[in-house]
């Protein structure tokens, strides 16, 4: 009888160390599941940063677009030069 708190002590002892060994691989199987989602989903940003490059090359626009029934342009483009004299100030907003 004078052993029976040093028992229960050691008991005690026991129930948490099996509950830290619980709680530990838990926590190590929610961290595998994280890292292999992780690992997914940058395999779903790389596959889709490529597809998002490859659909916005020139070629590959001017053939969607054609597909709606729009041209490209064929002159490139120019400057407008103009004077003050031909566009007054008070009429133009900046």
Do not use: C, D, W
């Not at 838990?26 to 889709?48: M, N, S």
């Amino acid at each position: 009888m004078r052993n029976l708190p040093f028992l229960v002590f050691l008991a005690l002892i026991a129930i948490i160390y099996i509950g830290n060994t619980y709680y530990a691989e838990k926590t190590f199987q929610e961290i595998e599941a994280i890292k292999l989602e992780l690992k997914e989903l940058r395999y779903l940003h790389i596959t889709t940063r490529s597809n998002l490059m490859f659909l916005s090359k020139q070629t590959e626009l001017s053939k969607r677009a054609q597909a709606l029934g729009l041209k490209g342009i064929t002159t490139p483009p120019y400057k407008i030069f103009y004077t003050s004299r031909e566009f007054p100030a008070s009429k133009v907003q900046e």
